[in-house]
């Protein structure tokens, strides 16, 4: 049970930093100032951003 918590805890924060991604791709940020800010990979903010 502790174990999926915790998966479910990982989950969520991924979920939000991909939802702060958008914003800020929205608000025409860099996409490496983005990555530096909610810990995302570039490559995984190039694959939202389409």
């Known amino acids: 049970m ?3 918590l915790k998966e479910g805890l990982k ?4 979920d939000k ?3 702060i991604a958008l914003k800020m791709l929205d608000n025409g940020s860099d996409v490496n100032f983005i990555a530096d800010v909610t810990g995302l990979s570039v ?4 694959e939202i951003k389409k």
């Not at 490559?43 to 190039?46: F, G, R, T």
């Open 17 to 19: 930093a991909i939802e």
């Open 43 to 46: 490559e995984k903010i190039n």
């Open 2 to 4: 502790e174990k999926g």
């Open 11 to 14: 989950k969520g924060a991924e």
